[in-house]
């Protein structure tokens, strides 16, 4: 079992910036593929970005969000910037190998005025 703890989230303006941190329990972290998926009220969850030595991102999000990552202490980074408030949601992270899929308990980011 595979433990993801997230962090980052919170109120934001239209246009600013915030970071998410997800950090997990295991030390295979670096075999794992990494995700940040999305939900927003009343809708389904969505992929935003995923990496593993490739990034791939959501076309909602290309050229204003980054998926970084690093291996030696076991983290997943979304670097979330020029926020809309379509990007409201509860952002999840999620670590994915063979057929193991582990999800954190999500955190809330909003952006309004």
């Known amino acids: 079992q595979v433990q993801l703890v997230e962090s980052g989230g919170g109120l934001v303006q239209p246009g600013g910036s915030l970071r998410l941190s997800c950090t997990a329990s295991?030390?295979?972290?670096?075999?794992?593929?990494m995700g940040w998926y999305r939900q927003a009220s009343g809708k389904q969850r969505e992929l935003v970005a995923t990496?593993?030595?490739?990034?791939n991102y959501a076309d909602s999000v290309k050229g204003r969000f980054t998926i970084s990552r690093d291996n030696a202490k076991r983290t997943v980074y979304l670097q979330m910037n020029s926020l809309k408030p379509e990007d409201t949601a509860v952002y999840f992270c999620?670590?994915?190998?063979?057929?193991?899929?582990?999800w954190g308990q999500g955190t809330q980011v909003t952006v309004s005025s």
């Open positions: 999620n670590a994915n190998w063979l057929r193991a899929t582990y």
């Open positions: 990496i593993t030595t490739d990034t």
């Open positions: 295991t030390s295979l972290f670096n075999k794992y593929t």
